[in-house]
Nanobody, 112 residues
Framework: QVQLVESGGGLVQAGGSLRLSCAASLLFFSARTMDWHRQVPGKQRELVAEISSGGNTNYADSVKGRFTISRDNAKKMVYLQMSSLKPEDTAVYYC??????WGQGTQVTVTV
């Protein structure tokens, strides 16, 4: 069964850091582009970061310089290292790959 399972969210003060993890039981994982998205209630889900099969990365302007996406193909894992967190980073974070169902997400809450 294909699954994307996110973990690592939590409550953190502004300026702090969190590392999100995604266990991805996808076929041909190493060949797939993997993304992190986030969603705030009442707003559309937005792309935060993506990493290609070759390791090329792309980030939303709002997180550039603060977030780092990485992957471990042997473990079928994707990570999002988040630093210098801001209250506006508060959201449910989802790991995703095109064509697959969304996971449950992991809540990140940043307090002032």
């Amino acid at each position: 069964q294909v699954q994307l399972v996110e973990s690592g969210g939590g409550l953190v003060q502004a300026g702090g850091s969190l590392r999100l993890s995604c266990a991805a039981s996808l076929l041909f994982f190493s060949a797939r582009t993997m993304d992190w998205h986030r969603q705030v209630p009442g707003k559309q889900r937005e792309l935060v970061a993506e990493i290609s099969s070759g390791g090329n990365t792309n980030y939303a302007d709002s997180v550039k310089g603060r977030f780092t996406i990485s992957r471990d193909n042997a473990k079928k894992m994707v990570y999002l290292q988040m630093s210098s967190l801001k209250p506006e980073d508060t959201a449910v974070y989802y790991c995703h790959s095109s064509g697959y169902d969304w996971g449950q997400g992991t809540q990140v809450t940043v307090t002032v």
